[in-house]
């Protein structure tokens, strides 16, 4: 997506019920910034969107 449309800086996130150390590192390997994992929490969507105004930082932080 970032290649394609030039948006080098957009912060992609993952959103998934369920996800292992494998998956998580194939996630990164593709370029998302972020996983979210479900049921989300109030907690875990402050602490996404805070990351998310930091910028991108090249690895992939797992939230739930």
Do not use: M, W
């Not at 997506?1 to 998934?16: C, K, M, P, Q, S």
């Not at 998956?23 to 875990?44: V, W």
């Amino acid at each position: 997506i970032r290649r394609e449309l030039g948006l080098t800086d957009l912060f992609v996130v993952a959103y998934t019920a369920h996800c292992t150390e494998q998956d998580n590192l194939e996630l990164q390997n593709q370029g998302f910034d972020a996983l979210l994992i479900k049921p989300a929490t109030l907690a875990a969507f402050q602490r996404l969107c805070e990351r998310a105004r930091q910028g991108r930082t090249g690895h992939c932080a797992v939230l739930s």
